[in-house]
């Protein structure tokens, strides 16, 4: 019987992220882990234009599937193009380049980042921000991005972006595609210009950790009204570091991880608990909000462990909110002592609107985190 090549219809919730660290390497890190996170089960793959990676990623992926070791249609390859896709000028606020964007320059550019990646397709191409391509997010301070994705620049390409990136899914390039750091000012306007279900983001990808939880934004991206499918969350543990030199944090996660313990203690068939660490709390809380966690890590036994504790369904009951909560959420210190992605905090300040608790609860076709832990994607084990 011929094997089924049809691509995987529900992003795997554990997603192995791709990302530079240190500076470039060449790749050599990043091809390393990324062959160590496809050998422990990984099978999301988050890559990006942006990223000095995406060749060495492309050729992990490739041994890997010449290898036997997985095939094709059973990863799942999310990348983002630059900005809103509207042209590589040189100038920061993008005049130039920005009045004339051109679906063909657009497909040029994806069909160079699936030639790199050596994939065929990609599952999921997301707008990598809300702003001009030309921003160096990797090295620009805070304010210049500020400066350049600004809400009038937005306004004026939002449209003529998603269009375009419609008509690469529509060319057959991208099975789906979704956006990145858009908040809720962005997403209304999107939603507002395409009312089409089929036409909104497929994902979103925003930075969340245990300190910034984004639990009524999650909420209202999963509503009708915006009908975001699924929440991608970068850096999920990034700041550990320097939430555990803040006492309060620091105990408020200590105490997280002996309940959650405790639960696994209790309930799982094992004499061991498989949660053994504030990083794989973390992922876990993420995943029973139906949370999709982007993680990167250069080190087998962090890979293994993040791969387990994604797509861990041992801890389903355990009230993960209630637990994390306190302490966490809204730390005073956590901003003052770095512990917070700079760039997403430009992009929420850009995007902001005007949820609160009592409006992100009424909205229509809101999911609750309990509930959505029951319809949560499939694991990257499963695929
Ligand atoms: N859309 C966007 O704008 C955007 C922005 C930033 C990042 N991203 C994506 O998000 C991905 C992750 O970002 P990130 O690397 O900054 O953050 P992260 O994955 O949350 O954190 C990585 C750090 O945590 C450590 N770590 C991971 N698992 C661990 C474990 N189990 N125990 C102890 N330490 C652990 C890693 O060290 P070890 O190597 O020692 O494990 C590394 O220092 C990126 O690769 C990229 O794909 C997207």
Known sequence: MSESRVPLSAPPRAVFGTMERAGDDGGYTVSKSVSDAIKAGYRHFDTAELYSTTKAVGTSLAAAIASGLVRRHKLYITSKVRGMGMGMGTDMDMAASAESPSYDQLRARVEALISDLQVGYLDLLLLHWPGPDNVDMLQ?????????????????????????MLRLKRDGLVQNVGVSNFYQRHLELLVGAFPNPLDRPFANQIYIDACHQEQEYVQHMRSAAVGVQYTMAYRPVAFSAVYNMLEDVAGGFAKTV?????????????????????????????????????????????????????????????DFDESLSTGLQ??????????????????????????????????????????????????????
């Not at 005073?332 to 992605?341: A, K």
């Open 330 to 383: 809204g730390h005073e210190m956590v901003d003052m002592y770095g512990g917070c992605d700079e760039f997403a905090a430009v992009f929420k300040r850009l995007g902001a609107g005007t949820i609160t608790d009592t409006a992100a609860a009424s909205v229509a076709g809101v999911t609750s985190p309990s509930s959505v832990s029951a319809s949560a994607p499939g694991n990257g084990n499963a695929a």
């Open 140 to 164: 620009s301070p805070p304010e210049n991005v500020e400066k350049a994705c600004h809400w009038g620049f937005y306004e004026q390409h939002a449209e003529t972006a998603w269009e375009n």
């Open 258 to 318: 002996a309940e959650v313990t405790a639960y696994e203690n209790a309930n799982a068939s094992s004499a061991t608990p498989t949660i053994i660490s504030t990083h794989s709390v973390i992922l876990a809380w993420m995943s029973s909000r139906g949370i999709l966690p982007v993680c990167a890590s250069t080190n087998t036994a962090h890979i293994e462990a993040n791969l387990a504790a994604s797509t861990l369904a041992s801890t389903e009951g355990f």
